[in-house]
């Protein structure tokens, strides 16, 4: 068996919730029992938060894939932690770069960790304001899409995903998920796992995925 390590790595609500982390850890086992699954939750906050704790928190584990949970917080301006939307492109980056020549030796991808980053959900109407709408989030989902392409990493694109239904507040809780967004979440990041696995239960190398979906 093959240890393969994935991480959520990000700020999770997990207060009386069961995230999409810990349905992952409780049932990847039993989808693929040909892999080792070592499956963790790091905390983060912001973006450069995350940055500034990468090697301690993630690296030194040496994942395979890690979902970074990004959160629409530091996006609001009078908000402790603002970071403007070209400090954000910057330091997302570094980060994803950082991620992306991590040599983590395990064999897997050329020895590459893959990122898949979840974008924030989008605000609740009630929530918006004039300098913090889904308006401004949109140009923060733009430099994020920008860098998971630029670093090969995938998007799971919970912003657009949402903003596509006609009522997106039964999924929400404040700018965070309830427990039916965490649902649905673990729905849409095992459906990008199945992406991932390769019919032996291995997973493949992202060139590979790229050549299947061509």
């Known amino acids: 068996m093959i240890k393969t390590t994935l991480i959520g790595y990000g ?3 997990t207060k009386n919730l069961i995230t999409y982390i810990e349905r992952l850890d409780a049932h990847l086992d039993g989808y693929y029992p040909n892999i080792l699954w070592n499956v963790l939750y790091q905390n983060g906050t912001t973006v450069k938060n995350l940055l500034d704790n990468l090697e301690d ?3 030194v584990h040496h994942p395979n894939i890690v979902f970074i949970n990004l959160s629409s917080a530091e996006m609001k301006q009078d908000s402790q932690g603002y970071i403007s939307v070209d400090t954000y492109k910057e330091i997302l980056n570094e980060l994803l770069a950082k991620i992306h020549k991590h040599n983590n030796r395990t064999g897997l991808n050329g020895c590459r960790p893959i990122p898949i980053v979840v974008t924030p959900p989008p605000i609740l109407p009630e929530l918006a304001e004039e300098k913090f709408n889904n308006k401004v ?3 923060y989902r733009k430099v994020i ?8 990493g995938m998007l799971l694109d919970l912003f657009t995903y949402l903003s596509k239904k006609n ?5 929400m809780n404040g700018l965070g998920l309830n427990q039916n967004g965490q649902d649905l979440l673990y729905d849409l990041i095992f459906l990008e ?3 991932l696995i390769n019919y032996q239960g291995v997973l493949k190398d992202r060139d590979k995925v790229y050549e299947d979906e061509e």
């Open 11 to 13: 700020q999770l609500q």
């Open 57 to 59: 928190k993630v690296l």
């Open 137 to 139: 989030l949109l140009e």
């Open 145 to 152: 899409e920008e860098a998971v392409i630029e670093w090969n």
């Open 167 to 171: 009522s997106y507040k039964e999924y």
């Open 193 to 195: 796992m199945t992406k």
